[in-house]
Protein backbone atom coordinates (compact mmCIF):
# COMPACT_ATOMS: atom_id res chain seq x y z
CA UNK A 1 0.00 0.00 0.00
CA UNK A 2 1.88 3.36 -1.38
CA UNK A 3 1.37 6.13 1.49
CA UNK A 4 3.03 8.79 -0.82
CA UNK A 5 1.57 8.66 -4.56
CA UNK A 6 3.39 10.87 -7.12
CA UNK A 7 1.69 11.74 -10.38
CA UNK A 8 3.11 13.50 -13.13
CA UNK A 9 4.16 16.57 -11.03
CA UNK A 10 5.71 19.52 -12.43
CA UNK A 11 6.90 22.59 -11.10
CA UNK A 12 8.37 25.65 -12.68
CA UNK A 13 9.78 28.90 -11.95
CA UNK A 14 9.36 31.04 -15.02
CA UNK A 15 12.00 29.55 -17.44
CA UNK A 16 13.33 26.92 -14.55
CA UNK A 17 11.89 23.50 -14.39
CA UNK A 18 12.54 22.66 -11.00
CA UNK A 19 10.26 19.72 -10.96
CA UNK A 20 9.31 17.76 -14.64
CA UNK A 21 6.90 14.60 -14.87
CA UNK A 22 8.07 13.21 -11.38
CA UNK A 23 5.64 9.75 -10.91
CA UNK A 24 6.56 7.97 -7.30
CA UNK A 25 4.97 5.78 -5.53
CA UNK A 26 6.09 5.48 -1.64
CA UNK A 27 5.24 1.89 0.34
CA UNK A 28 4.50 2.11 3.74
CA UNK A 29 7.34 1.65 6.40
CA UNK A 30 9.79 1.71 4.17
CA UNK A 31 12.81 4.28 3.78
CA UNK A 32 12.56 6.02 0.93
CA UNK A 33 15.92 7.78 -0.91
CA UNK A 34 15.43 10.79 -3.04
CA UNK A 35 18.52 11.47 -4.40
CA UNK A 36 19.83 13.88 -6.91
CA UNK A 37 23.44 16.98 -7.45
CA UNK A 38 22.31 20.50 -5.99
CA UNK A 39 19.57 22.14 -7.70
CA UNK A 40 18.00 18.90 -8.85
CA UNK A 41 14.54 19.45 -7.46
CA UNK A 42 14.32 17.66 -4.40
CA UNK A 43 13.94 20.48 -2.26
CA UNK A 44 11.33 21.43 -4.28
CA UNK A 45 9.45 18.37 -4.26
CA UNK A 46 9.18 18.06 -0.75
CA UNK A 47 8.34 21.68 -0.24
CA UNK A 48 4.65 20.71 -2.52
CA UNK A 49 4.46 17.22 -0.84
CA UNK A 50 4.02 19.11 2.58
CA UNK A 51 2.14 21.67 0.79
CA UNK A 52 4.24 24.77 1.14
CA UNK A 53 4.16 24.92 -2.82
CA UNK A 54 1.81 24.41 -5.26
CA UNK A 55 2.46 22.69 -7.91
CA UNK A 56 2.90 24.05 -11.62
CA UNK A 57 0.52 20.76 -12.72
CA UNK A 58 0.34 16.95 -11.71
CA UNK A 59 -0.94 15.21 -8.23
CA UNK A 60 0.49 14.01 -4.81
CA UNK A 61 -1.25 12.36 -1.93
CA UNK A 62 -0.02 11.42 0.95
CA UNK A 63 -2.17 8.96 3.30
CA UNK A 64 -4.99 9.62 0.63
CA UNK A 65 -4.97 13.26 1.09
CA UNK A 66 -4.34 15.42 -1.73
CA UNK A 67 -1.17 17.77 -1.15
CA UNK A 68 -3.37 20.26 -3.38
CA UNK A 69 -6.73 20.26 -2.01
CA UNK A 70 -6.49 18.69 1.64
CA UNK A 71 -3.67 20.56 2.99
CA UNK A 72 -4.77 19.88 6.64
CA UNK A 73 -5.02 16.50 6.26
CA UNK A 74 -1.81 16.17 4.65
CA UNK A 75 -0.30 18.16 7.09
CA UNK A 76 -1.77 16.09 10.31
CA UNK A 77 -0.16 13.22 8.90
CA UNK A 78 3.86 14.50 8.08
CA UNK A 79 6.25 15.47 9.90
CA UNK A 80 9.46 17.47 8.37
CA UNK A 81 12.97 18.27 8.88
CA UNK A 82 13.89 20.74 6.73
CA UNK A 83 17.21 21.44 4.55
CA UNK A 84 17.96 24.20 6.77
CA UNK A 85 16.98 24.15 10.26
CA UNK A 86 14.07 25.77 11.63
CA UNK A 87 14.54 25.21 15.47
CA UNK A 88 13.70 28.54 17.65
CA UNK A 89 17.63 29.13 18.87
CA UNK A 90 15.77 31.16 22.37
CA UNK A 91 14.09 28.41 23.72
CA UNK A 92 15.08 25.27 25.26
CA UNK A 93 14.79 21.86 23.73
CA UNK A 94 12.02 20.66 25.71
CA UNK A 95 10.03 24.38 24.95
CA UNK A 96 11.03 23.90 20.92
CA UNK A 97 8.88 20.63 21.36
CA UNK A 98 6.36 21.12 23.45
CA UNK A 99 5.77 24.92 20.96
CA UNK A 100 5.32 21.53 18.16
CA UNK A 101 2.74 19.69 20.54
CA UNK A 102 0.33 22.63 20.73
CA UNK A 103 0.53 23.51 16.93
CA UNK A 104 -0.40 20.34 16.31
CA UNK A 105 -2.78 19.39 18.89
CA UNK A 106 -1.12 16.77 20.73
CA UNK A 107 -3.80 15.64 23.80
CA UNK A 108 -2.76 17.23 27.01
CA UNK A 109 -2.80 14.21 28.41
CA UNK A 110 0.07 12.82 26.24
CA UNK A 111 2.22 15.87 25.37
CA UNK A 112 4.69 15.33 28.55
CA UNK A 113 5.26 11.73 27.43
CA UNK A 114 5.18 12.47 24.00
CA UNK A 115 8.19 15.32 24.38
CA UNK A 116 10.27 12.94 26.85
CA UNK A 117 9.60 9.85 24.58
CA UNK A 118 10.93 11.34 21.36
CA UNK A 119 13.65 13.18 23.10
CA UNK A 120 14.82 9.84 25.14
CA UNK A 121 14.75 8.44 21.59
CA UNK A 122 17.36 11.03 19.89
CA UNK A 123 19.33 10.85 23.30
CA UNK A 124 18.76 14.50 24.12
CA UNK A 125 16.55 13.86 27.59
CA UNK A 126 19.50 14.87 29.52
CA UNK A 127 19.98 18.09 27.75
CA UNK A 128 16.14 19.39 27.31
CA UNK A 129 16.56 22.52 29.20
CA UNK A 130 19.05 23.42 27.78
CA UNK A 131 18.95 26.70 25.13
CA UNK A 132 19.23 25.42 21.96
CA UNK A 133 21.47 28.07 20.78
CA UNK A 134 23.91 25.86 22.83
CA UNK A 135 23.56 23.05 20.83
CA UNK A 136 25.90 21.04 18.22
CA UNK A 137 24.68 20.63 14.57
CA UNK A 138 24.57 17.04 15.27
CA UNK A 139 22.08 17.81 18.04
CA UNK A 140 19.86 20.22 16.59
CA UNK A 141 19.56 17.83 13.53
CA UNK A 142 18.46 15.22 16.04
CA UNK A 143 16.52 17.46 18.17
CA UNK A 144 14.31 18.26 14.91
CA UNK A 145 13.90 14.67 14.01
CA UNK A 146 12.36 14.53 17.52
CA UNK A 147 9.95 17.01 16.96
CA UNK A 148 8.76 15.56 13.68
CA UNK A 149 7.68 12.40 15.66
CA UNK A 150 5.92 13.70 18.17
CA UNK A 151 2.61 13.95 16.73
CA UNK A 152 2.49 10.17 15.43
CA UNK A 153 3.27 11.28 11.60
CA UNK A 154 2.60 8.60 8.93
CA UNK A 155 5.03 10.59 7.09
CA UNK A 156 8.62 11.85 8.14
CA UNK A 157 10.74 13.85 5.33
CA UNK A 158 14.12 14.75 5.84
CA UNK A 159 15.61 16.91 3.41
CA UNK A 160 19.45 16.44 3.93
CA UNK A 161 19.46 15.73 7.21
CA UNK A 162 23.47 15.06 7.20
CA UNK A 163 24.49 17.81 5.89
CA UNK A 164 27.14 19.61 6.75
CA UNK A 165 27.96 17.31 10.22
CA UNK A 166 30.72 15.50 10.50
CA UNK A 167 31.62 11.81 10.42
CA UNK A 168 30.52 10.34 13.46
CA UNK A 169 27.59 12.71 13.87
CA UNK A 170 26.36 11.22 10.22
CA UNK A 171 26.87 8.08 11.67
CA UNK A 172 25.02 8.12 14.73
CA UNK A 173 22.00 10.28 12.90
CA UNK A 174 21.90 7.26 10.61
CA UNK A 175 21.15 5.22 13.31
CA UNK A 176 18.34 6.73 14.33
CA UNK A 177 16.84 6.90 11.29
CA UNK A 178 16.90 3.52 10.10
CA UNK A 179 15.39 2.42 13.14
CA UNK A 180 12.36 4.43 12.82
CA UNK A 181 10.38 2.59 10.49
CA UNK A 182 10.39 -0.13 12.64
CA UNK A 183 10.41 1.64 16.33
CA UNK A 184 8.21 4.43 15.27
CA UNK A 185 5.96 2.52 12.90
CA UNK A 186 6.89 5.63 10.02
CA UNK A 187 7.40 6.08 6.31
CA UNK A 188 10.53 7.92 5.76
CA UNK A 189 10.79 9.70 2.54
CA UNK A 190 14.54 11.42 2.80
CA UNK A 191 16.73 12.84 0.33
CA UNK A 192 20.51 13.03 0.35
CA UNK A 193 23.26 13.67 -1.99
CA UNK A 194 25.50 11.01 0.05
CA UNK A 195 25.74 8.20 -2.26
CA UNK A 196 26.66 5.87 0.59
CA UNK A 197 23.88 6.79 3.05
CA UNK A 198 21.41 5.55 0.43
CA UNK A 199 22.24 1.93 0.96
CA UNK A 200 20.21 1.42 3.75
CA UNK A 201 17.07 2.43 2.05
CA UNK A 202 14.84 0.22 0.49
CA UNK A 203 13.84 2.21 -2.83
CA UNK A 204 15.68 4.90 -4.37
CA UNK A 205 14.40 7.21 -6.69
CA UNK A 206 17.27 9.10 -8.45
CA UNK A 207 16.53 12.98 -9.49
CA UNK A 208 18.38 14.97 -12.17
CA UNK A 209 17.82 18.44 -13.16
CA UNK A 210 13.85 18.31 -12.32
CA UNK A 211 13.37 14.38 -13.99
CA UNK A 212 13.65 10.59 -12.29
CA UNK A 213 16.32 9.53 -14.11
CA UNK A 214 16.16 5.24 -12.29
CA UNK A 215 14.62 4.13 -9.68
CA UNK A 216 14.89 0.76 -7.40
CA UNK A 217 16.22 -0.51 -4.36
CA UNK A 218 19.76 -0.34 -3.97
CA UNK A 219 20.48 -3.23 -5.25
CA UNK A 220 18.16 -3.05 -8.81
CA UNK A 221 19.85 0.11 -9.45
CA UNK A 222 23.54 -1.74 -8.84
CA UNK A 223 22.40 -4.48 -11.00
CA UNK A 224 21.03 -2.70 -13.88
CA UNK A 225 24.05 -1.17 -14.43
CA UNK A 226 26.15 -4.71 -14.48
CA UNK A 227 26.29 -6.44 -11.57
CA UNK A 228 29.33 -7.49 -9.30
CA UNK A 229 33.06 -8.58 -10.80
CA UNK A 230 34.83 -11.15 -9.46
CA UNK A 231 38.39 -11.11 -10.11
CA UNK A 232 40.47 -14.64 -9.58
CA UNK A 233 43.81 -15.46 -10.25
CA UNK A 234 44.50 -18.91 -10.41
CA UNK A 235 48.03 -21.13 -10.97
CA UNK A 236 46.27 -21.90 -14.83
CA UNK A 237 43.70 -19.44 -15.76
CA UNK A 238 43.32 -21.17 -19.35
CA UNK A 239 41.73 -23.72 -17.69
CA UNK A 240 40.45 -22.48 -15.01
CA UNK A 241 38.61 -19.94 -17.44
CA UNK A 242 37.03 -23.02 -19.24
CA UNK A 243 35.82 -24.39 -15.65
CA UNK A 244 33.91 -21.05 -14.93
CA UNK A 245 32.45 -21.09 -18.27
CA UNK A 246 31.35 -24.16 -18.02
CA UNK A 247 30.01 -23.09 -14.45
CA UNK A 248 28.82 -20.17 -14.73
CA UNK A 249 27.36 -20.19 -18.58
CA UNK A 250 29.03 -16.57 -19.08
CA UNK A 251 32.38 -16.11 -20.94
CA UNK A 252 35.56 -14.82 -18.67
CA UNK A 253 38.14 -12.60 -19.48
CA UNK A 254 41.50 -12.90 -18.73
CA UNK A 255 43.59 -9.03 -18.73
CA UNK A 256 46.58 -8.65 -16.90
CA UNK A 257 47.03 -12.53 -15.44
CA UNK A 258 43.31 -12.18 -13.51
CA UNK A 259 40.40 -14.06 -14.67
CA UNK A 260 37.42 -11.65 -14.42
CA UNK A 261 33.61 -12.42 -14.74
CA UNK A 262 30.76 -10.00 -13.97
CA UNK A 263 27.54 -11.48 -11.90
CA UNK A 264 24.59 -11.09 -10.60
CA UNK A 265 25.25 -11.94 -7.34
CA UNK A 266 28.80 -12.13 -6.22
CA UNK A 267 28.67 -13.36 -2.63
CA UNK A 268 26.74 -16.31 -3.26
CA UNK A 269 28.65 -17.06 -6.59
CA UNK A 270 32.03 -16.57 -5.33
CA UNK A 271 31.66 -19.93 -2.82
CA UNK A 272 30.77 -22.00 -5.62
CA UNK A 273 33.62 -20.99 -7.80
CA UNK A 274 36.59 -21.68 -4.98
CA UNK A 275 34.89 -25.19 -4.42
CA UNK A 276 35.08 -25.80 -8.22
CA UNK A 277 38.43 -24.48 -8.78
CA UNK A 278 40.14 -26.37 -6.00
CA UNK A 279 43.53 -25.94 -5.04
CA UNK A 280 44.30 -23.58 -8.13
CA UNK A 281 43.06 -20.90 -6.53
CA UNK A 282 45.39 -17.97 -5.52
CA UNK A 283 43.42 -14.97 -4.86
CA UNK A 284 39.96 -13.83 -5.07
CA UNK A 285 38.80 -10.48 -4.89
CA UNK A 286 35.08 -9.76 -5.06
CA UNK A 287 33.90 -5.23 -6.15
CA UNK A 288 30.50 -4.46 -6.13
CA UNK A 289 29.23 -1.76 -7.87
CA UNK A 290 28.12 1.16 -5.59
CA UNK A 291 25.63 4.01 -5.94
CA UNK A 292 28.04 6.14 -7.19
CA UNK A 293 29.04 3.81 -10.26
CA UNK A 294 25.22 4.04 -10.57
CA UNK A 295 24.44 7.50 -10.64
CA UNK A 296 27.97 7.86 -12.86
CA UNK A 297 26.89 5.82 -15.09
CA UNK A 298 23.15 7.47 -15.97
CA UNK A 299 24.39 10.70 -15.61
CA UNK A 300 27.97 10.89 -16.90
CA UNK A 301 28.93 12.78 -14.11
CA UNK A 302 29.79 11.93 -10.07
CA UNK A 303 27.40 12.99 -8.07
CA UNK A 304 29.89 15.33 -5.98
CA UNK A 305 31.44 16.58 -8.53
CA UNK A 306 28.48 18.29 -10.23
CA UNK A 307 28.96 22.13 -10.78
CA UNK A 308 27.36 23.91 -7.93
CA UNK A 309 25.11 26.42 -9.50
CA UNK A 310 25.75 29.68 -8.52
CA UNK A 311 22.64 29.75 -6.60
CA UNK A 312 23.48 26.66 -4.95
CA UNK A 313 26.90 28.69 -4.20
CA UNK A 314 25.01 31.49 -2.45
CA UNK A 315 22.92 29.32 0.05
CA UNK A 316 26.41 27.26 1.24
CA UNK A 317 27.81 30.58 1.93
CA UNK A 318 25.14 31.95 3.67
CA UNK A 319 24.50 28.70 5.65
CA UNK A 320 28.11 29.05 6.63
CA UNK A 321 28.35 32.86 7.53
CA UNK A 322 25.16 31.69 9.53
CA UNK A 323 27.33 28.69 11.33
CA UNK A 324 29.72 31.30 11.97
CA UNK A 325 28.46 33.48 13.99
CA UNK A 326 26.24 30.51 15.79
CA UNK A 327 22.78 31.52 14.64
CA UNK A 328 21.98 28.27 12.51
CA UNK B 1 -9.70 23.53 19.09
CA UNK B 2 -6.59 23.07 16.95
CA UNK B 3 -6.78 26.60 15.78
CA UNK B 4 -7.19 27.85 19.40
CA UNK B 5 -4.29 26.02 20.60
CA UNK B 6 -1.83 27.21 18.01
CA UNK B 7 -3.40 31.03 19.21
CA UNK B 8 -2.26 29.88 22.40
CA UNK B 9 1.16 28.96 21.74
CA UNK B 10 2.24 31.75 19.58
CA UNK B 11 1.71 34.00 22.17
CA UNK B 12 3.05 32.06 25.12
CA UNK B 13 6.45 31.83 22.94
CA UNK B 14 6.04 35.41 22.50
CA UNK B 15 5.69 36.32 26.10
CA UNK B 16 8.57 33.62 27.63
CA UNK B 17 10.92 35.26 25.40
CA UNK B 18 9.47 38.72 26.14
CA UNK B 19 10.10 38.10 30.07
CA UNK B 20 13.31 36.30 29.36
CA UNK B 21 15.29 38.65 27.41
CA UNK B 22 15.72 40.85 30.41
CA UNK B 23 17.75 43.40 27.86
CA UNK B 24 14.81 43.94 25.59
CA UNK B 25 12.83 44.12 28.47
CA UNK B 26 15.34 47.52 29.79
CA UNK B 27 15.16 49.32 26.43
CA UNK B 28 11.90 48.80 25.36
CA UNK B 29 11.40 51.06 28.88
CA UNK B 30 14.20 53.24 28.55
CA UNK B 31 13.25 54.36 25.61
CA UNK B 32 10.27 56.16 27.00
CA UNK B 33 11.21 57.12 30.21
CA UNK B 34 14.05 59.02 28.26
CA UNK B 35 12.15 60.73 25.98
CA UNK B 36 9.51 61.83 28.39
CA UNK B 37 12.01 63.33 30.99
CA UNK B 38 14.81 64.24 28.73
CA UNK B 39 12.85 65.76 25.77
CA UNK B 40 9.54 66.60 27.92
CA UNK B 41 11.37 68.25 30.64
CA UNK B 42 13.72 70.25 28.68
CA UNK B 43 11.07 71.49 26.67
CA UNK B 44 8.91 72.23 29.27
CA UNK B 45 11.23 74.85 30.34
CA UNK B 46 10.26 76.51 27.02
CA UNK B 47 6.46 76.02 26.35
CA UNK B 48 5.11 75.24 29.76
CA UNK B 49 3.39 78.68 30.29
CA UNK B 50 1.81 78.57 26.66
CA UNK B 51 -0.25 75.23 27.26
CA UNK B 52 -1.67 75.85 30.28
CA UNK B 53 -0.22 72.17 31.65
CA UNK B 54 3.43 71.34 32.41
CA UNK B 55 4.67 70.53 28.91
CA UNK B 56 6.03 66.99 30.19
CA UNK B 57 2.65 65.97 31.34
CA UNK B 58 0.85 66.53 28.08
CA UNK B 59 2.90 64.40 26.58
CA UNK B 60 2.87 61.96 28.60
CA UNK B 61 -0.37 60.22 26.84
CA UNK B 62 2.13 60.37 23.36
CA UNK B 63 4.77 58.50 25.50
CA UNK B 64 2.26 55.66 26.36
CA UNK B 65 1.25 55.59 22.16
CA UNK B 66 4.90 55.58 21.72
CA UNK B 67 5.34 53.01 24.04
CA UNK B 68 2.87 50.96 22.40
CA UNK B 69 3.84 52.13 18.87
CA UNK B 70 7.68 50.28 19.25
CA UNK B 71 6.58 47.61 21.39
CA UNK B 72 3.61 46.43 18.91
CA UNK B 73 5.83 46.86 15.46
CA UNK B 74 9.17 45.46 17.31
CA UNK B 75 6.61 42.59 17.91
CA UNK B 76 4.98 41.78 14.60
CA UNK B 77 8.09 42.08 12.55
CA UNK B 78 9.74 39.46 14.70
CA UNK B 79 8.35 37.63 12.01
CA UNK B 80 10.86 38.71 9.44
CA UNK B 81 13.18 37.10 12.05
CA UNK B 82 11.62 33.75 11.97
CA UNK B 83 11.17 33.69 8.03
CA UNK B 84 15.04 34.25 7.62
CA UNK B 85 15.78 31.81 10.84
CA UNK B 86 13.62 29.34 9.54
CA UNK B 87 10.68 29.05 12.58
CA UNK B 88 8.45 30.20 10.60
CA UNK B 89 8.33 27.49 8.12
CA UNK B 90 7.46 24.98 11.10
CA UNK B 91 4.68 27.17 12.18
CA UNK B 92 3.42 27.36 8.34
CA UNK B 93 3.69 23.62 7.76
CA UNK B 94 1.74 23.37 10.86
CA UNK B 95 -2.04 21.82 10.75
CA UNK B 96 -3.65 25.63 11.50
CA UNK B 97 -5.01 28.11 9.45
CA UNK B 98 -2.67 31.03 8.38
CA UNK B 99 -5.54 33.53 9.92
CA UNK B 100 -4.95 31.81 12.79
CA UNK B 101 -0.94 32.42 12.63
CA UNK B 102 -2.05 36.29 12.19
CA UNK B 103 -4.22 36.57 15.04
CA UNK B 104 -1.99 34.76 17.35
CA UNK B 105 0.93 36.93 16.40
CA UNK B 106 -1.59 40.23 16.35
CA UNK B 107 -2.31 39.06 20.29
CA UNK B 108 0.91 38.62 21.54
CA UNK B 109 1.83 42.07 20.15
CA UNK B 110 -0.63 43.20 22.10
CA UNK B 111 0.25 41.89 24.89
CA UNK B 112 3.43 42.56 25.41
CA UNK B 113 2.77 46.22 24.41
CA UNK B 114 -0.03 46.11 27.07
CA UNK B 115 2.40 45.20 29.67
CA UNK B 116 4.95 48.15 28.82
CA UNK B 117 2.32 50.11 28.54
CA UNK B 118 1.26 49.04 32.04
CA UNK B 119 4.71 49.97 33.58
CA UNK B 120 4.94 52.99 31.56
CA UNK B 121 1.55 54.16 33.71
CA UNK B 122 2.99 53.85 37.08
CA UNK B 123 5.31 56.86 35.85
CA UNK B 124 2.62 59.01 36.03
CA UNK B 125 1.98 59.92 39.93
CA UNK B 126 5.75 60.88 39.77
CA UNK B 127 4.91 63.66 36.62
CA UNK B 128 2.40 64.73 38.97
CA UNK B 129 -0.46 63.15 36.91
CA UNK B 130 -2.93 61.18 39.54
CA UNK B 131 -5.13 58.54 37.76
CA UNK B 132 -8.41 57.22 39.52
CA UNK B 133 -9.26 53.39 39.02
CA UNK B 134 -11.33 54.21 36.30
CA UNK B 135 -9.21 56.04 34.29
CA UNK B 136 -6.48 53.96 34.77
CA UNK B 137 -9.04 50.87 33.21
CA UNK B 138 -9.89 53.47 30.35
CA UNK B 139 -6.28 53.73 29.49
CA UNK B 140 -4.97 50.09 29.25
CA UNK B 141 -8.36 49.28 27.14
CA UNK B 142 -7.00 52.09 24.68
CA UNK B 143 -3.71 50.70 24.82
CA UNK B 144 -4.67 47.19 23.91
CA UNK B 145 -6.99 48.15 21.32
CA UNK B 146 -4.44 50.72 20.18
CA UNK B 147 -1.90 47.82 20.39
CA UNK B 148 -4.07 45.56 18.28
CA UNK B 149 -3.89 47.80 15.68
CA UNK B 150 -0.49 48.64 15.15
CA UNK B 151 0.47 45.17 15.99
CA UNK B 152 -1.79 43.88 13.01
CA UNK B 153 0.07 46.41 10.98
CA UNK B 154 3.45 45.20 11.98
CA UNK B 155 2.54 42.24 10.31
CA UNK B 156 1.36 43.48 7.27
CA UNK B 157 4.41 45.36 6.82
CA UNK B 158 6.73 42.12 8.14
CA UNK B 159 5.40 40.44 5.25
CA UNK B 160 6.94 42.50 2.71
CA UNK B 161 10.83 41.92 3.81
CA UNK B 162 12.81 38.66 3.58
CA UNK B 163 15.67 40.18 6.08
CA UNK B 164 16.16 42.32 8.60
CA UNK B 165 18.40 44.67 6.41
CA UNK B 166 15.04 46.53 5.96
CA UNK B 167 14.84 47.26 9.60
CA UNK B 168 16.22 50.29 9.46
CA UNK B 169 13.87 51.57 6.37
CA UNK B 170 10.88 50.54 8.40
CA UNK B 171 11.85 52.68 11.67
CA UNK B 172 12.34 55.87 9.07
CA UNK B 173 10.10 55.56 6.61
CA UNK B 174 7.21 53.89 8.72
CA UNK B 175 7.39 54.37 12.41
CA UNK B 176 8.83 57.69 13.31
CA UNK B 177 6.90 59.63 10.31
CA UNK B 178 3.69 58.21 12.70
CA UNK B 179 5.36 59.01 15.55
CA UNK B 180 5.64 62.65 14.83
CA UNK B 181 2.45 62.61 13.44
CA UNK B 182 0.12 61.44 15.48
CA UNK B 183 0.15 64.84 17.87
CA UNK B 184 2.38 62.70 20.46
CA UNK B 185 4.59 65.59 20.89
CA UNK B 186 2.75 68.55 19.64
CA UNK B 187 -0.64 69.39 18.25
CA UNK B 188 -0.97 68.44 14.98
CA UNK B 189 -3.32 71.60 13.80
CA UNK B 190 -0.44 73.77 13.53
CA UNK B 191 0.83 71.51 11.31
CA UNK B 192 0.93 72.08 7.29
CA UNK B 193 -2.17 71.00 5.35
CA UNK B 194 -0.84 68.05 3.98
CA UNK B 195 0.90 66.58 7.01
CA UNK B 196 -2.27 67.24 8.67
CA UNK B 197 -4.14 65.15 6.05
CA UNK B 198 -1.26 62.24 6.72
CA UNK B 199 -2.04 63.02 10.68
CA UNK B 200 -6.13 61.65 9.99
CA UNK B 201 -5.33 58.75 8.68
CA UNK B 202 -2.91 57.61 10.95
CA UNK B 203 -4.34 55.34 13.51
CA UNK B 204 -1.83 56.11 15.99
CA UNK B 205 -3.31 59.98 16.04
CA UNK B 206 -6.28 58.34 17.31
CA UNK B 207 -4.76 56.16 19.71
CA UNK B 208 -3.36 59.49 21.13
CA UNK B 209 -6.45 61.35 21.69
CA UNK B 210 -8.26 58.61 22.68
CA UNK B 211 -5.32 58.50 25.61
CA UNK B 212 -5.53 62.03 26.36
CA UNK B 213 -9.15 61.72 27.05
CA UNK B 214 -8.15 58.90 29.48
CA UNK B 215 -5.15 60.61 31.07
CA UNK B 216 -5.91 64.31 30.80
CA UNK B 217 -9.43 65.10 31.40
CA UNK B 218 -9.14 68.69 29.53
CA UNK B 219 -10.96 68.76 25.91
CA UNK B 220 -8.48 71.52 25.44
CA UNK B 221 -6.11 69.01 24.35
CA UNK B 222 -8.01 66.28 21.97
CA UNK B 223 -9.08 67.10 18.30
CA UNK B 224 -12.33 64.08 18.12
CA UNK B 225 -14.60 62.51 20.72
CA UNK B 226 -14.30 59.62 22.53
CA UNK B 227 -16.75 57.74 20.31
CA UNK B 228 -14.72 58.67 17.44
CA UNK B 229 -11.61 57.64 18.53
CA UNK B 230 -12.94 54.13 19.84
CA UNK B 231 -14.71 53.48 16.21
CA UNK B 232 -11.56 54.30 13.80
CA UNK B 233 -9.08 51.96 16.21
CA UNK B 234 -11.66 49.32 16.01
CA UNK B 235 -12.68 49.70 12.39
CA UNK B 236 -8.80 49.62 11.65
CA UNK B 237 -7.98 46.74 13.81
CA UNK B 238 -10.29 45.07 11.26
CA UNK B 239 -8.59 45.97 8.12
CA UNK B 240 -5.51 45.71 9.09
CA UNK B 241 -5.82 42.50 10.72
CA UNK B 242 -8.00 41.24 7.43
CA UNK B 243 -5.06 42.38 5.20
CA UNK B 244 -2.90 41.07 7.26
CA UNK B 245 -4.61 38.00 6.88
CA UNK B 246 -4.89 37.82 3.31
CA UNK B 247 -1.22 38.48 2.63
CA UNK B 248 -0.05 35.80 5.09
CA UNK B 249 -1.95 32.77 2.76
CA UNK B 250 -0.32 35.02 -0.71
CA UNK B 251 2.83 36.00 0.40
CA UNK B 252 4.17 34.01 2.95
N1 LIG C 1 11.74 30.23 -5.30
C1 LIG C 1 12.44 29.88 -6.41
N2 LIG C 1 12.47 30.70 -7.47
C2 LIG C 1 13.16 30.35 -8.58
N3 LIG C 1 13.84 29.21 -8.73
C3 LIG C 1 13.85 28.34 -7.71
C4 LIG C 1 13.15 28.63 -6.49
N4 LIG C 1 13.33 27.59 -5.65
C5 LIG C 1 14.11 26.71 -6.31
N5 LIG C 1 14.42 27.14 -7.55
C6 LIG C 1 15.22 26.42 -8.56
O1 LIG C 1 14.69 25.14 -8.72
C7 LIG C 1 15.71 24.18 -8.90
C8 LIG C 1 15.57 23.06 -7.90
O2 LIG C 1 15.85 23.57 -6.59
P1 LIG C 1 15.76 22.63 -5.30
O3 LIG C 1 15.97 23.51 -4.13
O4 LIG C 1 14.52 21.84 -5.35
O5 LIG C 1 17.02 21.68 -5.49
P2 LIG C 1 17.60 20.57 -4.51
O6 LIG C 1 17.58 19.30 -5.25
O7 LIG C 1 16.90 20.61 -3.21
O8 LIG C 1 19.09 21.07 -4.35
P3 LIG C 1 20.07 21.08 -3.08
O9 LIG C 1 20.74 19.75 -3.06
O10 LIG C 1 21.02 22.18 -3.41
O11 LIG C 1 19.24 21.38 -1.88
C9 LIG C 1 17.02 24.95 -8.80
O12 LIG C 1 17.47 25.21 -10.11
C10 LIG C 1 16.64 26.22 -8.12
O13 LIG C 1 17.48 27.27 -8.52
MG1 LIG D 1 17.44 20.98 -1.29
Known sequence: ?328 | MAEINAVYVLIARDLKKFVREKSRLLSTLARPVIWLFLVGGGMSRLVSDSMGMPYIQFIFPGILGMTILFGSIFSSISIIWDKEFGLMKEILVAPVSRFSIVIGKALSGSLISLLQATMILLISPIIGIDLGLQQIIYALAVSFLLAFCISSLGIIIATFFESFESFSAIMNFIVMPMFFLSGAMYPVQKLPDILKGVSKVNPLTYGVDALKHALLQDSRFTDFSIAMDIGVLIAASIIFVSIAGYLFTKRI
Open chain 1, 1 to 328: MPVIKINNLSKSYGEIHAVRNVSLEVAKGSIFGFLGPNGAGKTTTINILCTLLKPTSGTASIAGYDCNTESSGVRNHIGIVFQDTTLDKDLTAYENLLFHAYLYSVKRKDRKKKIEDSLEFVGLYERRHDLVKKFSGGMKRRLEVARGLIHDPEVLFLDEPTLGLDPQSRSNLWEFITKLPEKQGVTVFMTTHYMEEAEVCDQIAIIDRGSIIAQGTPNELKKSIGGDIIYIKTSDNEKAASDIEKLLNLKPTIKNGEIYVTVERGDTCLPELIRTLGESVLSVRLQRPTLNDVFLQLTGKQIRDVEISAGATLKENVRSHRRKFGRD
